[in-house]
């Protein structure tokens, strides 16, 4: 067994491929300690909050999964509606940036598009408890210097022009089949008339 080895002052110094006590906080980035701070805080203030009226959801930002954010280019985190009895799918309605102290949230018309999107139903949750549900959490994070961003409302029109576009495509095949029969009946009509005067001659 080595003997223990001490600094000037005397002191235990660590043992060769450990990182001492008092630093072992230090091996976390800036990025990542404050994206593990801001999820703290979010997720303390709002775990016991509900909002939704069928499968209520409380406001969850996910942690960082690891001790570097590369820099900053893996520090976006997403914010997302988890259901309180852990059975329906989580919604994601924005991301938090700790290297920018920024956050970015989805539209309430986003997110009731997407959700009506990919569970063919609408959403349990009102307008006036998701905006609420916004400025609260902006309030939150506004004491530690973050920003708010809303997404455009471009974003929704485009979805909407997106899904115009894909019923538009596929009507012309739908229609198809009724053009089909009309044109059917008009023949079907000129070869009556046909039959009815060649018998009054």
């Not at 016991?48 to 900053?72: C, F, M, N, Q, W």
């Not at 940036?97 to 063919?120: G, H, I, K, M, P």
Request: aromatic share 4%; net charge positive.
């Amino acid at each position: 067994m080595s003997a223990e080895t001490k600094d000037s002052n005397g002191q235990p110094e660590p043992v060769s491929g450990t990182v001492a006590k008092d630093k072992r906080a230090a091996t976390y980035t800036i990025n990542a300690r404050e994206g593990f701070n801001a999820a703290e805080v979010v997720n303390a203030a709002f775990g016991k909050r509900a909002i939704g009226s069928t499968t209520p959801r409380r406001l969850e930002v996910i942690e960082p999964d690891g001790p570097s954010t590369a820099g900053g280019k893996r520090a976006r985190q997403t914010i997302r509606l988890v259901a309180l009895s852990g059975t329906a799918a989580p919604l994601m309605c924005g991301s938090l940036d700790a290297s920018q102290r920024s956050v970015e949230l989805r539209s309430y018309a986003t997110v009731c598009a997407q959700y009506e999107e990919r569970f063919n139903q609408p959403l349990d949750i009102s307008a006036e408890d998701y905006t609420k549900l916004c400025k609260d959490l902006q309030a939150t994070l506004t004491v530690f210097k973050y920003t708010f961003t809303v997404e455009a409302a471009e974003t929704t029109d485009k979805r909407a022009q997106r899904t115009r576009s894909v019923h538009e495509s596929l009507a012309p095949k739908t229609r198809a089949p009724l053009l089909n029969v009309v044109l059917l009946g008009a023949v079907a009509l000129i070869i009556a008339a046909v039959a009815l005067a060649m018998i009054m001659r």
